[in-house]
């Protein structure tokens, strides 16, 4: 009776595990779908061949139109006459209060994940919130003049499960063990809260406590 539960049991989280990835995929799908395909529905439906297809097809449509301007931004921020009426637009913004910040904070955000993609340069340990206890950081800026000698490093802490927040902290360059993973390898660690740990991470030696 005790193995027939066990393996109910056993059972039963393998496929907690196995629909629980697949079900939360497809509600974000899902939800993205629903988001980004109702942005445009009532602009659709003021036009009576548009109203009479399938509301499915309607959101698809709505989808589509929603990339196109997207598209069509990128295409003409890449332009002579774009990128100066970018450029003006950008001056109100930055000089209107609260909302320069705002838009400061958002453009450095974009700007390190999809044009520097090389922000974050490298996975490193470091000590924190106290000596003994180690977090995942990642590099970013290992040239910080320290009087004439660039011995101090800034890392990004990031938060677990949410890797876009976080605590950027300067520290002595010594202190910072860089380990031999990707940056992507260290984001799935984080997103995972430490299940999916990378085969080749460099843990640090831990002494022993004396008795």
């Known amino acids: 009776m005790n193995k027939f539960k066990k393996k ?3 059972h039963f989280i393998t496929g907690v595990v196995v629909i629980m990835p697949l079900g939360l995929t497809a509600w974000i799908v899902y939800v993205l779908f629903r988001f980004v395909g109702t942005r445009f529905l009532p ?22 139109i929603t990339v196109f301007i997207i598209w069509l931004v990128g295409f003409f921020a ?9 450029k003006w637009l950008e001056k109100i913004l930055l000089k209107t209060p609260v909302v320069s910040r705002i838009y400061k904070t958002i453009r450095k955000l974009t700007d390190s994940m999809f044009v520097n993609k090389q922000a974050f340069k490298e996975v490193a340990l470091v000590e924190y919130p106290r000596k003994g206890l180690y977090t995942l950081a990642f590099i970013t800026n290992e040239d910080i003049d ?3 000698v660039k011995n101090l490093t ?7 499960p949410n890797p876009t927040t976080g605590y ?8 910072v063990k860089k380990i031999n993973i990707s940056v992507n390898q260290a984001m799935e660690f984080i997103f995972s809260g430490g299940i999916l740990v990378p085969g080749n991470m460099d ?6 406590e004396e008795l």
Request: glycine share 6%; charged share 15%; hydrophobic share 45%.
């Open 8 to 10: 109910l049991k056993g």
């Open 43 to 64: 602009l659709l439906e003021k036009y009576p061949l548009f109203a009479s297809f399938p509301i499915v097809a309607q959101m698809l449509m709505s989808i589509l």
């Open 78 to 86: 890449k332009n002579l006459i774009g990128r100066s009426l970018l």
């Open 146 to 148: 320290n009087k004439g």
């Open 154 to 160: 800034t890392v990004f802490i990031p938060s677990t």
């Open 168 to 175: 950027c902290i300067i520290l002595p360059s010594k202190d």
């Open 203 to 208: 843990f640090p030696e831990f002494e022993p």
